[in-house]
Structures are given as structure tokens and as C-alpha cells.
């Protein structure tokens, strides 16, 4: 046995630990020390313990901090009275190291990105995510569109600070904003998925709904109006053939550039999708 400050219920206290066996970390390969906790607890307080448990069980939640790391609950917990001590509940559960991914750098593709902000997931199958924002512009600018032009391309990327060995990763959701100088600030997702199953289409159904069919309806309604419109000029003479095939062209649906693709992904505020 061994003991661990950390702060519960609104200070800190000393807690009696037992050691478990430690679990090694997806994202860096790192030992992380787990630890089995049992201690008593107010009935009073109890509303409140749950509430800070609950959060440092969630992913991304508000974690315990110790003196040493700051700690996530695995699993669920017991809460359980005696009779001899009616007003306290004896608490049970687990907690596991939380370390901190900060990348240095990330670096694929000949390409040296510095992370502004970094953060970093991983699912029950083991899939991880790097999410980060970074500033490029003249050629690293250009060779980063050059990358994102090739979808779905898998990549060697090392994570510098985090984890020293390449790992194969592709892009995910890739936002943009043009701020001053020429230079584009960047929210970028690489994913480390190669050879998994593609997630559960059912599951993505109503994303952006019912905005994304009413975007597409009036998108149909827009182009119907611009034939009518473009015929009746043609008619009456306003247009000649030639104007009248350009526009036609011009609006005739096509196969995007990269660069059309881009503008979709471009924001006015960068900060607004950082989470």
C-alpha cells in the first residue's frame, strides 16, 4: 500500500492506494500507474463526489489533480453504508494516470508543422487522433495543400514530444482561416485508422440535418432559376449565344479542384471549432 494526494470535494486529501498492474499508453508507449482507492465519504458530500467522478471518468473531462499527475477514474464505482455507519458511504474504484500530449512538432511528408494548440484520442480499437493548429505559409503553405490534395493517402507522421516513432496517419477534418500576412492558420486531424473498418454509416445519418436538405433544395431551386433565367435573356435578345454559353458553362456542375474543395473548408474563426 501507498498513499496519494489528491484533491477531492474541494482540497486535498491523503488517500491509501493499492498499486495496480500499470497500462501502457496508446499514444506515446508510455507505463502509466493505475491505482485501487477506498475511503469514506459523508452522505452529504456524496451528490458532489459523484459529480467530480463522473467528470474525471468522462474522455476529455475534468480530471483529479494530484501531487505528482493528474488522474482519470476507469470503470465505474461503488458507493456502499454499513450499518454501523449509516451516514457515510464507503467508496470503491480506480484510477490511471492521465500524461500530457503536447507535440513539439509533427512532421510528415517532409513537412515541419508547430503546433499552437494539440490534443490527442484514442477509441476502444485503438484508432488515435492528433488534432493541433498551426500556422504555415509560402512553400510550407503550398507543400501542406499539396498533402491534403491526395485523399485518403496515408502518411508516416511523427508526433515530436509525444512519440518519437513514425506512426501511419491520414487527414481528417482539415478547417482553415486567412489571417494577416499571407499566412493561413490551419485546424488539422490526422488519423491513425489505416486497415480498420470504416465507422457505422447509420450512426452519421443526420449529421447537419435538416440544414444540409434544405441547403440542397434551395441549391436545385438556385440552378432551375438561373436556366429559366439565362433562356428568357437569350430570347429576348439580351444575351448573345456566345454570353449565353459562357454563363451556361460557368454554371454547369463539375468535378472540384482542390482549390474549390479548399474554400469549403474555410472559416472567418478558426477558434470557434477548437474543442
Not at 31 to 52: E, I
Not at 198 to 217: I, M
Request: proline share 3%.
Amino acid at each position: 500500500m501507498t498513499s496519494l494526494d489528491l484533491a477531492l470535494l474541494g482540497s486535498t486529501h491523503e488517500l491509501a492506494a493499492k498499486e495496480l498492474a500499470p497500462t501502457t499508453s496508446a499514444h506515446s508507449g508510455n507505463s502509466l500507474r493505475r491505482y485501487a482507492l477506498d475511503f469514506w465519504v459523508p452522505d452529504s458530500q456524496r451528490s458532489d463526489l459523484n459529480a467530480q467522478l463522473q467528470a474525471a471518468a468522462a474522455p476529455n473531462g475534468q480530471r483529479i489533480q494530484g501531487s505528482d499527475a493528474e488522474w482519470s477514474v476507469t470503470g465505474s464505482w461503488t458507493a456502499t453504508s454499513q450499518a454501523d455507519r449509516p451516514d457515510f458511504y464507503r467508496y470503491a474504484l480506480e484510477i490511471q494516470e492521465v500524461e500530457e500530449l503536447q507535440a513539439t512538432a509533427v512532421e510528415l511528408g517532409g513537412l515541419t508543422l508547430v503546433p499552437i494548440k494539440y490534443m490527442e484520442e484514442s477509441d476502444d480499437a485503438g484508432s488515435i487522433a492528433a488534432t493541433f493548429v498551426a500556422e504555415v505559409s509560402g512553400e510550407a503553405g503550398d507543400r501542406l495543400e499539396e498533402l491534403l490534395s491526395a485523399e485518403d493517402e496515408y502518411y508516416d507522421v511523427v508526433r515530436r514530444g509525444v512519440n518519437e516513432t513514425a506512426l501511419r496517419m491520414r487527414f481528417g477534418r482539415c478547417l482553415w482561416q486567412q489571417i494577416e500576412g499571407g499566412v493561413r492558420r490551419h485546424n488539422l486531424v490526422l488519423v491513425a485508422d489505416e486497415g480498420q473498418p470504416e465507422g457505422s454509416v447509420p450512426r452519421l445519418a443526420l449529421l447537419n440535418q435538416p440544414q444540409l436538405h434544405r441547403t440542397t433544395e434551395k441549391t436545385v431551386a438556385n440552378a432551375d432559376a438561373l436556366a429559366a433565367l439565362l433562356d428568357e435573356l437569350l430570347s429576348q435578345g439580351v444575351l448573345s449565344e456566345k454570353a449565353f454559353s459562357m454563363i451556361k458553362a460557368a454554371g454547369t456542375p463539375h468535378v472540384l479542384t482542390h482549390g474549390e474543395s479548399r474554400e469549403f473548408s474555410r472559416t472567418e474563426r478558426l477558434d470557434d471549432y477548437w474543442r
